[in-house]
C-alpha cells in the first residue's frame, strides 16, 4: 500500500507551471513581443493615438489655426442643436435599419435559391461583382439612367407617363441611394453567408425533405442555426459599414449638383466631411470631432446590443 502511494506521487501530475520552464516555452515567451509590438505601435500611432486627440479635440474650440479653446461638452451640446446633424444620423440609422433589413431578407432567399443551383459559383460570382465597382461608376449610370431625359424617364414617356418622378430630387435621390446599397451590398452577403451553408451535410436536408418540410422549414430549422455564428458576423459588419456611408451619396447627391449633396441625403460621415473639409465656412473641428465621437460610441453600442441579442448556444452537427 506504501508502495503504491509511493507510486502514485512520483508519477502524479506535474507541479503547476512546471510547463512554463520547457524550451519551446521559453522560446515563445521571448518571441511573443517581437510579433506582438509592431502590430501595438501601428494600432497606437494610427487609432489610439488619433482617437485620444480627437477626443481632447471635441472639448475644445478649434479651427485648425489659433490655439485651442476649452469648450468642455459645448460641442457636444451644439451637435443636439444642429438641424443638420440630426438629419444626418436619422439617414444614417436608415441605412442601418431598412437597408439592412431589405439586404438580409434577399441575402436568406439568394442563399436558399443558389444552394441546389447549378452554375451557383458562377452566379455568386456575378451577385458579387456590383459590390467590388466604384461608386463612381453608380453615379455615371445613376445619370445616364435617371436624369430627366434618361433612359428610365424615355421608358415611361413611351409608356404614356407625361410627368415622370425627379429622381435625382431631393426628395427621391436618398431612396435612390439607398436602393442602390441594396444592389451594391447584398452579394457581399451571399457570398458570406453562402461559404456557411456549403459546409452543412447535404443529409439534413434530405432528412427534412422526407419529413415534409419546405424551403421555409428547412431554412428556419436547418440553415439558420446551422449558421448562426456567420450571420452574427455579417450583422456586425453590416451595423460598422452602413455608420460610414459616405462616397455614394458625395457621388449621386454631388454629381449633378454644384452644391453638393443636399441636406437630405446626408449621413453622418458626410455630415463630418461637409463641415471639416469643404472650405465654405471656418472649420470647427471640436464639433467635427465631436460628431466623430458620437458615431464611434453609437457603433460600439450597437455592437454589443446587437452581439448580446444574437447570442445563442453553438448548434454542433
Not at 248 to 273: M, Q
Amino acid at each position: 500500500m506504501a508502495v503504491l502511494t509511493a507510486g502514485r506521487r512520483e508519477h502524479g501530475p506535474p507541479v503547476r507551471g512546471a510547463a512554463r520552464d520547457t524550451p519551446l516555452a521559453i522560446k515563445r515567451r521571448r518571441l511573443f513581443w517581437p510579433f506582438v509590438a509592431p502590430s501595438l505601435t501601428f494600432l497606437a500611432v494610427f487609432y489610439i493615438g488619433p482617437l485620444l486627440f480627437g477626443i481632447w479635440t471635441s472639448l475644445h474650440k478649434w479651427d485648425g489655426y489659433s490655439a485651442m479653446e476649452w469648450n468642455g461638452l459645448g460641442s457636444y451640446r451644439t451637435l443636439v442643436d444642429d438641424p443638420f446633424f440630426r438629419t444626418s444620423m436619422l439617414n444614417t440609422f436608415k441605412i442601418l435599419v431598412f437597408v439592412g433589413v431589405a439586404v438580409f431578407v434577399l441575402a436568406f432567399a439568394l442563399t436558399m435559391v443558389l444552394r441546389e443551383m447549378a452554375g451557383r459559383r458562377f452566379v455568386r460570382a456575378v451577385i458579387f461583382f456590383p459590390h467590388i465597382v466604384n461608386a463612381m461608376v453608380f453615379g455615371v449610370l445613376a445619370g445616364f439612367l435617371f436624369n430627366p431625359g434618361g433612359l428610365v424617364n424615355s421608358a415611361l414617356s413611351w409608356l404614356g407617363v407625361d410627368d415622370p418622378p425627379k429622381w435625382l430630387g431631393s426628395d427621391n435621390v436618398f431612396l435612390l441611394i439607398m436602393a442602390t446599397m441594396v444592389c451594391t451590398s447584398t452579394g457581399f452577403y451571399v457570398a458570406i453567408l453562402m461559404a456557411a451553408v456549403d459546409n452543412i451535410p447535404a443529409y439534413l436536408y434530405e432528412d427534412a425533405e422526407l419529413a415534409g418540410a419546405g424551403a421555409f422549414r428547412k431554412f428556419w430549422h436547418i440553415t439558420l442555426p446551422l449558421s448562426w455564428d456567420v450571420v452574427t458576423v455579417c450583422a456586425v459588419l453590416w451595423t460598422i459599414s452602413s455608420v460610414k456611408v459616405f462616397e455614394l451619396v458625395l457621388v449621386f447627391g454631388g454629381t449633378f449638383t454644384t452644391s453638393g449633396p443636399p441636406i437630405e441625403t446626408w449621413t453622418s460621415a458626410l455630415y463630418i466631411y461637409r463641415n471639416a473639409f469643404t472650405g465654405d465656412h471656418i472649420p470647427q473641428f471640436g464639433v467635427v470631432c465631436a460628431a466623430g465621437i458620437t458615431n464611434l460610441v453609437l457603433v460600439a453600442v450597437f455592437t454589443a446590443l446587437l452581439r448580446r441579442l444574437m447570442r445563442r448556444d453553438p448548434v454542433e452537427f
